[in-house]
């Protein structure tokens, strides 16, 4: 199958296109943002807009201010008069997992929670992801995979309609990751909060999201919409898209790209290609 | 045969299985042995060390006449309530410095030069505000406990990982559960071992503020004998000196087991 189904579209109309008017409101509008460090212009005239119950995958060079642009999402970055607009109930699960290592791990789940019925709450998250066994153990007895596990438990226990994710998979071993790939889907499946994850790793994007973005330049270089249906198996579909990401970040996969795209890649190995 | 098993781990010599315990206490007996023939033979005069049987004949008598219990006493009390006073300067201090930076501004430099003062030098001082009652006494612990009290609890705020405070926040967990809830665990365990310094110290210095016109406490017994050249009560007492050391570590070890049971170095043992 060719891919009709995966089309780029030029950043530059969709951010001055008009709004249909029926659109219900998105989970995320974002505006003209600009975002320095003194002299260093991270972001500049950023523009953003993520639907509800969206997946969307925010790939960037390092430095190229993709945690810069989440934080600000999360409200952990200042974003005083400037256009940015988010639900309340959103929630973050760091590339660490940042549980509090006195406190038992449903207590990390109930972590700024109020009501009587946290502790309830806490254990139903921690059995979404498989977790409920291990709910009085203190955070230094799990693994990383674990570890990552309660954190996404903790986000998820406050009912986020944004789902913020800062390379959550980066520091996990690829067995892991795939294992939370799809845990991870699942649970956006259940509980459709619109989701951001930032990562830099292509094929984790595409695997995941609906639509895949590239910031450089301090703004949104390049998109991808990704109607492939999952779980998502590498074939030519996969391989054109994440054929021209890499070229939207300046990484060019294999000069002769269309002839290998056209063949099946069943190559256990990528194979060199060298130009005449 | 694998590489593991090859391993000798401590504790397991081949054949006889002492137990690490056991063992360490072989040394510090025999040296007690040599110290009880030598004072047996004539070779340490009493006038120099007394006989460990007669130290132990000394220890006895004053427990029995209530002498040591009442001295101890008043030395116990005198550690207890300057290390209290002690505990909640240095911990106020350390709480408004490590937690605001005005706080730490004002009060960070005078602390700071005030500690380079060793603490015993100010005994005369003290005698000329307080008297030669309890107070110069209790004042100067409790001023030697300040200092590590406040060095380590300010470090232990400072160094709290700004992650967590930051996932806390993005949680809603702002102000004072913040602080109760992040920082200070965050900071317990260098509040703790700050503690232990501050409970060493307090020994050290009750030691030198007893001698301080002594009417009763361990440093009263140890002035009396020193006039009467009774090498056995000072000897006692300074056991006395070693196991209030030895008691005050234990303390925090016990505090540290329940407050820190969360560390993976409690968490194996």
């Known amino acids: 199958m060719s891919n009709p189904a995966v089309r780029a579209t030029p950043i530059a109309s969709l951010a001055s296109a008009p709004l249909p008017p029926a659109a219900p409101a998105p989970a995320v509008e974002v505006r003209g943002f600009d975002r320095r460090f003194g002299d260093v212009v991270v972001l500049q005239g950023l523009d953003l807009r993520i639907e509800q119950g969206e997946f969307v995958a925010l790939l960037g060079r390092s430095g190229s201010g993709k945690t810069t642009l989440l934080r600000t999402l999360a409200g952990l970055d200042p974003a005083e ?8 109930a959103r929630a973050v699960v760091f590339q660490e997992p940042r549980l509090l290592p006195w406190k038992r791990v449903w207590r990390n789940v109930t972590l700024g929670l109020a009501g009587g019925d946290a502790k309830a709450r ?26 990552q596990r309660v954190a996404l438990a903790r ?16 520091s996990l071993d690829a067995l892991t990751r795939i294992r939370m790939h799809d845990l991870v889907l699942s649970l956006w499946r259940r509980h459709a909060p619109a989701v951001l994850i930032v990562t830099h790793d292509v094929d984790e994007a595409i695997a995941l999201a609906d639509r895949v973005l590239v910031l450089d330049g301090g703004r949104i270089a ?11 198996e590498v074939g030519a579909g996969f391989q054109a898209v994440r054929r021209r990401l890499l070229g939207a970040l300046g990484v060019d996969p294999a000069p002769h790209g269309e002839h290998r795209a056209a063949a099946p890649s069943v190559a256990p190995f990528p194979v060199r290609e060298v130009s005449p | 045969m694998t590489l593991v098993d090859t391993i000798r781990f401590p504790g397991t010599y081949s054949g006889v299985r002492w137990s690490r315990f056991g063992r360490r206490w072989v040394s510090p007996l025999l040296l ?10 004539g070779v340490i005069p009493p006038r120099v060390l007394a006989a460990p049987s007669a130290v132990a004949a000394t220890f006895w008598g004053m427990v029995v006449s209530g002498e040591l219990a009442g001295n101890l006493g008043v030395s116990f009390l005198r550690v207890a309530v300057g290390l209290a006073i002690g505990v909640a300067i240095g ?42 009652d309890e107070t110069p006494k209790v004042a100067l612990i409790a001023l030697a406990v300040t200092f590590p009290i406040y060095l380590n609890l300010f470090s232990g705020i400072r160094s709290v ?29 260098s509040f703790l071992l700050g503690l232990r310094f501050a409970l060493a110290v307090a020994v050290l210095v009750l030691v030198v503020a007893e001698q301080i016109n002594a009417q009763a406490g361990l440093g009263y017994l140890i002035n009396n004998a020193r006039d009467f050249l009774r090498t056995d009560i000072i000897v006692v007492c300074l056991v006395i000196y070693a196991l209030l050391g030895l008691g005050a570590d234990g303390l925090v070890r016990a505090i540290e087991r329940r407050a820190l049971a969360w560390r993976p170095s409690f968490l194996k043992a």
């Open chain 2, 32 to 41: 007690l042995a040599l110290w009880e023939l030598g004072a047996r033979t």
């Open chain 2, 91 to 132: 911990g106020a201090l350390a709480l408004t410095a490590g937690l605001s930076r005005i706080g730490e501004d004002v009060i960070d430099p005078p602390v700071q030069m005030l500690r380079t003062l060793p603490v015993l030098a100010l005994s005369p001082l003290f005698i000329v505000w307080f008297g030669i």
């Open chain 1, 122 to 147: 806490a254990e139903a998250a921690l059995a979404e992801v498989g977790l409920e066994h291990r709910a009085t153990v203190w955070p230094s007895t799990l693994s990383g995979g674990e570890a």
């Open chain 1, 155 to 170: 986000a998820l226990v406050r009912e986020p309609r944004l789902l913020l994710l800062d390379e959550p998979f980066a």
């Open chain 2, 161 to 189: 990982d700004p992650k967590l405070i930051e996932a806390a926040q993005s949680f809603g967990v702002r102000g004072f559960d913040l602080i109760r809830q992040v920082i200070l665990p965050g900071a317990r365990p």
């Open chain 1, 81 to 88: 008069g400037q256009s940015v607009r988010t639900p309340s």
């Open chain 1, 222 to 232: 390049a998109e991808e919409r990704i109607d492939l249906p999952r779980p998502r």
